[in-house]
């Protein structure tokens, strides 16, 4: 693909952060849009990209982001406000100021990452939104648009990962709902970035919506347990009757992980359907990657494995965890050794890896206090 002058909305988070360090190796212009410029200087590509303030839900300043950035080819559509009260209405509202600036500005594709929709007519909140935001971006006569749509992310520092570690690392008996049967189809971080860049170029994906999924269909039970091995725990899984309503288990849940609760839950009230690719799936229009997709066990593997944190653009495997990625991201162990570390002098610092063999449900009551700790000592 020739070199684009491409907008990536959420640059500073997970998958943005990430696809803006790829398509800098791939020699494209990265406008990097974002609501508090002063973020970008903790990633590692700040120097090589224009920054513009841009905040979706107001329609003034995407219009004027737009005026500033000059001449666009692609943007990238990677912001939502799951987790916040009303981030259904707000995240409608955000996508049709971006589709109506996007057209007047005669950008010429935007690319959304959302998610699978379930073919069911008691959706949750968080899926039910996917398609409308989809929707509002596709405006007549505007900027062609690809919705590509994901289910699980898997790669440290994702949201989705990042539940399934806690889950795993926290409870020595792990509570299996019926939903933990239900068929998903993963995705590794690394085959999202290779597909979001696949999405710029017309002339190999057409305008239009596909899904992207992994080599592997695997159940939510099974991607657990792919998690538990390849941490080398030991933990006991005990089937329960599906008598609570979603909505409680995901409040329950949002509380027992350190994934901002909001956003877990409503993750977590997706949970119950199947989440599989529909026809259209974009592997059937662009070739694999070299080497092939990642498999699950590779993917969870990759994360797992993670050194300590970098930038971002220095990641050996997008499956790492960056330093720029939320705090609450890597497991209790790394909260607890960063925690460790501001008390600690450098001299004795190595010695603080033994935090690494304090088992798991230990490390996350520890972690859980002091955080508690912390935030009464802020607010005296």
């Known amino acids: 693909m020739k070199s684009k002058r491409i907008l990536v909305t959420g640059a500073t988070g997970y998958v943005g952060s990430r696809l803006v360090a790829r398509l800098l190796d791939e020699g494209h212009e990265v406008v990097a849009a974002t609501r508090n410029p002063e973020k970008l200087g903790r990633f590692g590509w700040c120097d090589q990209v224009t920054a513009v303030v841009f905040d979706a839900d107001d329609p003034t300043s995407v219009e004027a982001a737009l005026a500033v950035s000059g001449h666009v080819d692609v943007i990238y559509y990677l912001v939502h406000a799951i987790g916040q009260p009303g981030f259904r209405e707000r995240d409608n509202a955000a996508a049709a100021n971006v589709g109506k600036a996007a057209a007047a500005a005669g950008v010429g594709r935007i690319v959304y990452l959302g998610g699978f929709v379930p073919d069911d007519d008691t959706l949750s909140e968080h899926l039910a939104g996917r398609a409308e935001v989809a ?10 648009l690809v919705w590509l749509g994901a289910a699980v992310i898997i790669g440290a520092g994702s949201t989705s990962f990042e539940m399934v570690r806690y889950v795993g690392d926290r409870f020595w008996v792990i509570p299996l709902p019926p939903w933990a049967d239900h068929d998903i189809e993963p995705i590794s971080i690394s085959d999202v970035l290779y597909y979001l860049l ?7 994906v057409p305008a239009g919506s596909y899904d992207i999924v992994g080599p592997d269909v695997v159940t939510y039970g099974e991607l657990l347990q ?17 008598i609570v309503p979603q909505a409680v ?13 909001g956003l877990a839950a409503d993750l977590i009230e997706s949970l119950d359907h199947p989440m599989t690719a529909s026809d259209t ?4 229009h662009v070739p694999d990657p070299p080497g092939g997709l990642t498999t699950v066990e590779d993917a969870v593997a990759a994360a797992v ?5 970098c930038p971002v653009d220095r990641l050996a495997d997008p499956h790492h965890l960056a330093d720029s990625d939320p705090i609450w991201a890597g497991g209790d162990a790394l909260r607890l050794r960063r925690m460790a570390a501001a008390v600690t ?7 603080l890896r033994l935090l690494d063999s ?4 230990l490390a996350g009551a520890l972690r859980t206090g002091l955080d508690l700790l912390l935030a009464k000592v802020r607010m005296l």
């Not at 509002?136 to 062609?144: Q, R, V």
């Open 345 to 351: 002098p450098g001299v004795a610092r190595p010695a």
């Open 198 to 204: 696949a999405a710029a170029d017309p002339a190999i």
């Open 358 to 361: 304090v088992p798991g449900p």
């Open 249 to 261: 288990v995901g409040r329950v849940a949002g509380a027992a992980v350190p994934v901002p609760s």
């Open 226 to 242: 792919t998690y538990i091995d390849a941490a080398g725990e030991l933990r006991a899984g005990l089937p329960v009757r599906d």
């Open 135 to 144: 929707a509002a971006l596709d405006i007549e006569g505007g900027a062609e």
């Open 305 to 309: 494995a993670s050194p300590p944190p």
């Open 281 to 284: 799936v974009l592997r059937d």
